[in-house]
């Protein structure tokens, strides 16, 4: 079993999607469980879920495995870490939010609550949209626009051409769009 593991992690190292979907398949139970030991929430879990295989395909990318037969560990120690570093962040977050409510007024400081709830609604609609990529497209889309590389970046980085990164970004978009609009059957 690790001697397969290993040579399915040396095809994802040169950026074999199926060999990565084989890994994510193999692996997302145990990250997601993992997750969800951490936050007691399935929204939380999943958004850990994805930063996990972001991390790790990125990680493969430069060569930081140095046993490849040993990526479900490896893995799981990627999750474990970002499990705390959400939380850590999350605790922040809340922390900071209670003392905004605390020390402010909404209504007397021009917020307005509805306007926040419908913002929060879409982040949560597109962070679900964006569970519904491959890992490639994930990690390209995640590196375009929540990191802000260009094209050219990207492709540097994960070592293909900026046409493969074009075409990428353009499927990921499109099943985006799909998961996101209502009239074509997805999220309403």
Same mark, same amino acid.
């Given at each position: 079993?690790?001697? =397969?593991?290993? =040579?399915?992690?040396?095809?994802? #190292?040169?950026?074999?999607?199926?060999?990565?979907?084989?890994?994510?398949?193999?692996?997302?139970?145990?990250?997601?469980?993992?997750?969800?030991?951490?936050? =007691?929430?399935?929204?939380?879990?999943?958004?850990?879920?994805?930063?996990?295989?972001?991390?790790?395909?990125?990680?493969?990318?430069?060569?930081?495995?140095? $046993?490849?037969?040993?990526?479900?560990?490896?893995?799981?120690?990627?999750?474990?870490?970002?499990?705390?570093?959400?939380?850590?962040?999350?605790?922040? !977050?809340?922390?900071?939010?209670? +003392?905004?409510?605390?020390?402010? $007024?909404?209504?007397?400081?021009?917020?307005?609550?509805?306007?926040?709830?419908?913002?929060?609604?879409?982040?949560?609609?597109?962070?679900?949209?964006?569970?519904?990529?491959?890992?490639?497209?994930?990690?390209?889309?995640?590196?375009? !626009? !929540?990191?802000?590389?260009?094209? =050219?970046?990207?492709?540097?980085?994960? #070592?293909?051409?900026? +046409?493969?990164?074009?075409?990428?970004?353009?499927?990921?978009?499109?099943?985006?769009?799909?998961?996101? $609009?209502?009239?074509? +059957?997805?999220?309403?």
């Amino acid at each position: 079993m690790e001697e =397969r593991i290993g =040579r399915i992690v040396v095809l994802a #190292k040169t950026g074999n999607e199926n060999a990565m979907k084989q890994l994510y398949d193999m692996n997302k139970e145990k990250i997601m469980n993992l997750a969800l030991g951490y936050t =007691r929430n399935r929204e939380d879990a999943e958004e850990i879920l994805h930063d996990t295989f972001i991390t790790a395909f990125s990680a493969l990318r430069k060569n930081k495995i140095k $046993d490849p037969e040993k990526f479900p560990s490896w893995l799981y120690r990627i999750g474990m870490n970002t499990s705390i570093d959400y939380l850590r962040r999350e605790k922040k !977050h809340r922390f900071s939010e209670l +003392g905004d409510t605390n020390v402010q $007024d909404h209504s007397s400081s021009g917020i307005d609550p509805e306007k926040d709830i419908i913002t929060r609604e879409k982040e949560l609609k597109m962070n679900r949209a964006i569970l519904a990529l491959s890992p490639r497209q994930r990690l390209i889309f995640t590196l375009k !626009h !929540h990191q802000q590389m260009k094209i =050219r970046e990207i492709a540097a980085h994960l #070592k293909c051409s900026e +046409g493969n990164i074009k075409t990428q970004l353009f499927r990921a978009v499109r099943v985006l769009r799909s998961e996101l $609009d209502p009239a074509a +059957g997805g999220i309403k």
